[in-house]
């Protein structure tokens, strides 16, 4: 302690364990987590403007993407009606910001009642027979995911933050998950921390997910943000050259 107090009076800047693991791996341990840890670290009182701020470049972003989910919507329509005449989109209910439920949605990619063929949740297979021929493509260059930009639009989503899950998964991981109902405390987004730093992932891997999201969540900013959208960005790249 003598030796902490020395470093300090000499103008060294002294950090704890904690506060090391957390910048030199990008996530927060769950077993750190309490309420006083949440009183400290993740009051949105000085986050407001950013909220703000981040919202109108959602919206302009948004609008943006919007004009191009338009003109691609006749060629990607055509490609899933010639493939088995089913649905052009894929709705799901989706658990928001503070526990609200909005309707996810996407280009369908699989079959009609895909989900009755498979339940619970497990993690993506690349080669999932339920995904159709064009379901394949849009999956890999990440088209499925456009028309979740009206999700945006309305204020459900937002371009980053922690993905959002299906209610009755919530429910369930929150009953083994300590402290899962924090990733509710922003709202879900396209891209986020958790995705680029571990990807998909099955139940198991909830609590390691978590570890990611609560970081962001303490540390989210402008610059975190740009940070993930073009890490985002070089990863549907590289899947798109394989």
Do not use: C
């Given at each position: 302690?003598?030796?902490?107090?020395?470093?300090?009076?000499?103008?060294?800047?002294?950090?704890?364990?904690?506060?090391?693991?957390?910048?030199?791996?990008?996530?927060?341990?769950?077993?750190?987590?309490?309420?006083?840890?949440?009183?400290?670290?993740l009051m949105e009182l000085n986050k407001q403007d950013f909220e703000?701020?981040?919202?109108?470049?959602?919206?302009?972003?948004?609008?943006?993407?919007?004009?191009?989910?338009?003109?691609?919507?006749?060629?990607?329509?055509?490609?899933?009606?010639?493939?088995?005449?089913?649905?052009?989109?894929?709705?799901?209910?989706?658990?928001?910001?503070?526990?609200?439920?909005?309707?996810?949605?996407?280009?369908?990619?699989?079959?009609?009642?895909?989900?009755?063929?498979k339940s619970g949740w497990s993690k993506p297979e690349e080669k999932?027979?339920?995904?159709?021929?064009?379901?394949?493509?849009?999956?890999?260059?990440?088209?499925?995911?456009?028309?979740?930009?009206?999700?945006?639009?309305?204020?459900?989503?937002?371009?980053?933050?922690?993905?959002?899950?299906?209610?009755?998964?919530?429910?369930?991981?929150?009953?083994?998950?300590?402290?899962?109902?924090?990733?509710?405390?922003?709202?879900?987004?396209?891209?986020?921390?958790?995705?680029?730093?571990?990807?998909?992932?099955?139940?198991?891997?909830?609590?390691?997910?978590?570890?990611?999201?609560?970081?962001?969540?303490?540390?989210?900013?402008?610059?975190?943000?740009?940070?993930?959208?073009?890490?985002?960005?070089?990863?549907?790249?590289?899947?798109?050259?394989?």
């Amino acid at each position: 302690i003598q030796l902490l107090y020395k470093m300090t009076l000499s103008g060294k800047t002294i950090i704890s364990f904690d506060k090391f693991y957390e910048s030199t791996t990008g996530k927060i341990p769950v077993s750190l987590v309490s309420e006083t840890w949440f009183l400290e670290n993740l009051m949105e009182l000085n986050k407001q403007d950013f909220e703000k701020f981040k919202r109108i470049l959602d919206v302009l972003f948004g609008l943006i993407i919007f004009v191009i989910f338009i003109l691609a919507l006749p060629f990607v329509a055509f490609a899933i009606k010639i493939t088995d005449k089913g649905p052009i989109f894929y709705r799901q209910k989706r658990m928001g910001k503070n526990g609200k439920i909005f309707d996810l949605i996407k280009f369908r990619s699989m079959i009609i009642d895909a989900e009755k063929e498979k339940s619970g949740w497990s993690k993506p297979e690349e080669k999932d027979a339920r995904i159709t021929f064009v379901g394949r493509i849009l999956r890999k260059i990440r088209i499925d995911e456009i028309p979740q930009v009206w999700n945006i639009l309305q204020g459900n989503m937002s371009f980053v933050g922690p993905r959002p899950e299906r209610p009755n998964f919530v429910q369930e991981l929150t009953k083994i998950v300590p402290h899962y109902s924090m990733r509710h405390l922003v709202k879900p987004g396209l891209t986020g921390w958790s995705q680029i730093n571990f990807g998909d992932a099955s139940a198991r891997d909830a609590q390691k997910k978590l570890q990611y999201d609560l970081y962001y969540i303490k540390n989210r900013s402008l610059l975190l943000d740009i940070i993930i959208l073009l890490k985002t960005i070089m990863v549907i790249l590289s899947r798109t050259g394989k």
